[in-house]
């Protein structure tokens, strides 16, 4: 069985995040660069004496597809590399994947990891 694990940090956490993934056996990962916002709905900031609010905050998106029985582990590996303490920091979630095969060789499952 395999998982999708896919979590949204800060991004200058993103390199703390890889090699502690990377530490840990993970050998690929897709990060895409993301816009969103959580319970803090934005943020206000000052610019030259002018107020603004911006809604959309920027994050990075962090997808892993890994062995159902380490999914776990690596959870706990992000959460920990990621936090900060502070308000934002992210959410980590898995999914269960069905079927994955390798475009280049056809293999299927746990070998197309």
């Known amino acids: 069985?395999?998982?999708?694990?896919?979590?949204?940090?800060?991004?200058?956490?993103?390199?703390?995040?890889?090699?502690?993934?990377?530490?840990?056996?993970?050998?690929?990962?897709?990060?895409?660069?993301?816009?969103?916002?959580?319970?803090?709905?934005?943020?206000?900031?000052n610019f030259r004496g002018s107020e603004y609010k911006i809604d959309l905050i920027?994050?990075?998106?962090?997808e892993i597809v890994v062995a159902a029985e380490t999914a776990d582990h690596l959870i706990a590996v992000i959460v920990e590399a990621a936090r900060t303490g502070k308000i934002g920091d992210g959410k980590v979630w898995k999914m269960a994947i069905d079927g994955l095969t390798r475009v280049r060789t056809g293999e299927m499952g746990s070998e197309a990891i």
């Open 58 to 62: 920027p994050k990075m998106k962090i």
């Open 1 to 45: 069985m395999l998982e999708l694990i896919t979590a949204i940090i800060k991004p200058h956490k993103l390199d703390d995040v890889k090699e502690a993934l990377l530490a840990n056996g993970v050998e690929g990962m897709t990060v895409t660069e993301v816009r969103g916002f959580g319970r803090q709905r934005g943020k206000t900031e």
